[in-house]
């Protein structure tokens, strides 16, 4: 569907070829000898990004949520380096592993977010922004697995042990 005459809309392309525009052959549009800059053009210079007080109280919690998260997911590793046991090392393998995707997912996309909620469009250019949705997919998923995995274990460890206590139970006289 195309844009009505007077409608804004951002128009974004990545420019391969420096000086030659072959996705876009009008003379219209401006050009960059960026290969990853997004090209944007308004057509409509009439219209303002306004930021309200809503926008303001969603940035100021990501930015509580990614300050917390990382420094709670930074605790949890130093413990776990500091504090090594032997007896609970797949624990601590899930648990840090799951620090590890929650830390990357922090550092990735909580702050990513919140600045791109004070934008009118994305900044970074075309190959950032993909990779921003498939990072932010991947650590996604290693957080859930991890949870997953994390649960499948702590289960098969409850019922093991409840099988072997029931098989050890030593009978009293007065039982």
């Given at each position: 569907?195309?844009?009505?005459?007077?409608?804004?809309?951002?128009?974004?392309?990545?420019?391969?070829?420096?000086?030659?525009?072959?996705?876009?052959?009008?003379?219209?549009?401006?050009?960059?000898?960026?290969?990853?800059?997004?090209?944007?053009?308004?057509?409509?210079?009439?219209?303002?990004?306004?930021?309200?007080?809503?926008?303001?109280?969603?940035?100021?919690?990501?930015?509580?949520?990614?300050?917390?998260?990382?420094?709670?997911?930074?605790?949890?590793?130093?413990?776990?380096?500091?504090?090594?046991?032997?007896?609970?090392?797949?624990?601590?393998?899930?648990?840090?592993?799951?620090?590890?995707?929650?830390?990357?997912?922090?550092?990735?996309?909580?702050?990513?977010?919140?600045?791109?909620?004070?934008?009118?469009?994305?900044?970074?250019?075309?190959?950032?922004?993909?990779?921003?949705?498939?990072?932010?997919?991947?650590?996604?998923?290693?957080?859930?697995?991890?949870?997953?995995?994390?649960?499948?274990?702590?289960?098969?460890i409850n019922m093991f042990v409840e099988s072997w206590i029931t098989m050890?139970?030593?009978?009293?006289?007065?039982?």
């Open positions: 569907m195309l844009p009505a005459p007077g409608d804004d809309f951002v128009h974004a392309e990545m420019n391969f070829t420096g000086g030659l525009s072959l996705a876009n052959d009008n003379s219209s549009s401006e050009e960059t000898s960026d290969w990853n800059s997004a090209e944007t053009t308004t057509e409509s210079s009439s219209s303002r990004f306004v930021i309200d007080g809503s926008t303001y109280a969603r940035v100021i919690v990501q930015w509580i949520i990614f300050v917390v998260g990382s420094l709670g997911n930074i605790m949890v590793l130093v413990v776990l380096l500091w504090r090594r046991s032997i007896s609970q090392v797949s624990t601590q393998l899930f648990v840090g592993s799951l620090a590890v995707a929650d830390l990357a997912m922090m550092f990735s996309t909580v702050w990513v977010e919140a600045y791109d909620e004070t934008q009118p469009h994305w900044k970074f250019g075309l190959i950032p922004c993909k990779l921003h949705y498939l990072w932010q997919w991947l650590t996604m998923n290693c957080s859930i697995w991890t949870l997953a995995a994390l649960s499948i274990d702590r289960y098969s050890t139970e030593i009978p009293y006289p007065w039982n």
